[in-house]
């Protein structure tokens, strides 16, 4: 049964680097492509950017000037950078699996504020 | 970007309940749409995938229908577990994108 581990700060400064890593347990890391996606609060779903085992990236417009997603497949683990953090990047943060999104990770809450 | 709409965006129903839930897509997304539950605290849960193909051990209660730029998600005989919020998601055309979701409550 595949299942997402993710961590990372939950409380950060504006301007500082959101940091947060997704590991993958069961199944295999190569065969798909994994997301990132948030959620701030009582709001909907922004999809944040994707990557594939071999570091092929796509990232949303929006946002990808401030993002980097990259992984490392010896430890089936990838991560999100997001730079220079304000107050509209709180939101909880999630890692998923695949196009459809069919398995996600429990989601890390991160804050903003000075 | 795709523009994903729902409608409604809150829908008042009770136990035992048909409800459909619709999702229009600004462009023509074939079938790459998704469908999924999500619960206050949790992460969301995908309930069905191109569009009609449900996801394993998800209720049959469920089911998806649509092509091109509409697509419904019909719930027959609503349960208590599934009062929650529903949101669609577009997956041909990057940025991929999410309507703005859609809760059944009692």
């Known amino acids: 049964q595949v299942q997402l581990q993710q961590w990372g700060a939950g409380q950060l400064k504006p301007s500082e680097t959101l940091s947060l890593t997704c590991a993958v347990s069961?199944?295999?890391?190569?065969?798909?492509?994994w997301n990132w996606i948030r959620q701030p609060p009582g709001k909907g779903l922004e999809w944040i950017g994707q990557i594939h085992h071999s570091g092929v990236t796509y990232y949303n417009p929006s946002l990808k000037s401030r993002v980097t997603i990259f992984v490392d497949p010896s430890k089936r683990q990838f991560s999100l950078r997001m730079t220079s953090v304000t107050a509209a990047d709180t939101a909880t943060y999630f890692c998923a699996r695949e196009n459809w999104l069919d398995v996600w990770g429990q989601g890390t809450t991160v804050t903003v504020s000075s | 970007d795709i523009q994903m709409t729902q409608s409604p965006s809150t829908l008042s129903a009770s136990v035992g309940d048909r409800v459909t839930i619709t999702c229009r897509a600004s462009q023509n997304i074939n079938r790459y749409l998704a469908w999924f539950q999500q619960k206050p605290g949790r992460a969301p849960k995908l309930l069905i995938y191109?569009?009609?193909s449900l996801e394993d051990e998800v209720p049959s209660r469920f089911s998806g229908r649509g092509s091109g730029t509409e697509f419904t998600l019909t719930i027959i005989s609503l349960q208590p577990d599934d009062f929650a919020t529903y949101y669609c998601?577009?997956?041909?055309?990057?940025?991929?994108?999410f309507g703005q979701g859609t809760k059944v409550e009692i």
């Open positions: 069961g199944g295999s890391f190569t065969d798909y492509y």
């Open positions: 191109k569009a009609s």
């Open positions: 998601q577009q997956y041909i055309t990057y940025p991929w994108t």
